[in-house]
């Protein structure tokens, strides 16, 4: 080989040798400038309290206890402008695997696709837009409740079908706003699954709905200012006699009844003082004259900012069930008997509270509650009454 051809050579060879570190200098640069450019975003918040309840009746015992309310842990990224992937990891109750307390679950995992303020479009596991709390009820530091509106109160879950009144889980939402002047209409639109998720549920519950039903809903909002209304519904199936069909004449229940959810929330505030306000109604529709089932829930709340840190409120919450099933029982020995599940439940709550705002950080609340349950069952009534005292403090990590 010439002496030029051999100079050459190592010339091409350094050549490539610098495009090749060009390359993969360059590249690694571009993903390093990437991920400066997009990190990963690790927030959350906590709410630790302590909750007492002063029993009105003997039969009763008073109850006094410190827990772990709730703990929130967000991971979020924006992968580029446009898209953003958000994942919502939830713990209640102090929970512990190892003693089984609390509960612990992905409530969110989803991905945003951002076009305008008029379009954006959300695919994955999340909390579909019903009302204005259903959405924010886990951001417990923005709000100065320690206990919230009842059916809002995951703890309430022993008392109250929370999952009946509110929908808890979607898997594709478009929302957004069109502005209008001095306002803007919100919009948003869902699908996810039926609560029912499983055909056969001998088998318990398995997060995959192998049922042939979905979710739909929405909601329609305005906001002018600081003034906020909006209307929510949402339709399903749900399988409520399902629960008791094995005591039951098969053929005389209709197992997947139509659930149609219909609510509205209003907010405005003026100066230091603010009132807000929400309903939701639940009826399941069917043709069968022997059953009924209606759910009602109101809360209405008034408050006032009496410096920057301090909010001080009164609030007014109830709940309010009705189921009434007739049907016919098959005896062992082939008699048949009429049975009549007919019930009426109330859950009543005036409430007044606080919330101290310390630092950007740390809100500490306080809150007092006479709280009656009242039962109508077989033609007796039964009531509890008890006064509720809790205290929290919410932090943002």
């Not at 690694?28 to 309840?53: D, H, I, R, W």
């Not at 006094?64 to 992968?79: A, C, E, T, V």
Request: glycine content about 6%.
């Amino acid at each position: 080989m010439c002496q030029f051809c051999s100079s050459s050579l190592r010339s091409f060879r350094l050549n490539r040798i610098a495009f090749v570190f060009f390359v993969v200098v360059g590249s690694s640069s571009a993903v390093f400038a990437q991920f400066s450019e997009f990190p990963l975003k690790m927030f959350g918040y906590f709410q630790t309290n302590y909750t007492q309840y002063n029993q009105r009746e003997e039969e009763y015992d008073d109850a006094k206890s410190f827990s772990m309310q709730q703990l929130n842990l967000f991971l979020q990224k924006d992968l580029d402008r446009n898209l953003t992937t958000f994942v919502n990891f939830e713990f209640l109750n102090s929970y512990s695997s190892g003693h089984q307390w609390g509960s612990f679950s992905i409530e969110e995992a989803w991905i945003r696709y951002h076009r305008c303020a008029g379009f954006n479009l959300r695919v994955g596991l999340q909390t579909p837009t019903f009302n204005y709390l259903n959405e924010i009820k886990n951001r417990t530091p923005l709000m100065p409740y320690v206990i919230r509106p009842l059916v809002y109160e995951s703890s309430f879950n022993e008392i109250l079908r929370l999952e009946e009144y509110l929908p808890a889980r979607a898997y594709i939402q478009m929302f957004g706003y069109i502005p209008k002047g001095a306002a803007k209409l919100d919009y948003a639109v869902y699908v996810g699954n039926s609560p029912n998720v499983n055909s056969d549920p001998e088998h318990g519950q398995t997060g995959v709905d192998t049922t042939d039903t979905f979710l739909v809903g929405g909601r329609l909002g305005l906001r002018v200012k600081e003034f906020n209304m909006g209307f929510s519904a949402s339709y399903d199936k749900y399988d409520f006699p399902q629960r008791i069909v094995s005591l039951l004449d098969e053929k005389d229940i209709v197992t997947r009844l139509p659930r149609i959810r219909i609510g509205g929330d209003f907010r405005y505030t003026f100066s230091r003082f603010g009132v807000e306000s929400e309903f939701i109604r639940v009826n399941y529709e069917d043709d069968l004259g022997g059953f009924d089932v209606d759910l009602r829930f109101y809360y209405a709340t008034l408050f006032c900012d009496v410096t920057d840190q301090i909010r001080v409120y009164g609030s007014y919450w109830l709940a309010k069930e009705r189921q009434f099933l007739k049907a016919e029982m098959k005896g062992l020995f082939g008699n048949v008997d009429t049975v009549t599940v007919d019930l009426d439940y109330r859950l009543e709550a005036p409430t007044f509270g606080a919330a101290y705002t310390m630092t950007d950080k740390i809100v500490i609340k306080v809150q007092v509650a006479p709280v009656t349950q009242e039962f109508k069952w077989e033609g007796s009534n039964q009531r509890h009454r008890f006064h509720y005292f809790a205290a929290a403090l919410s932090v943002f990590l």
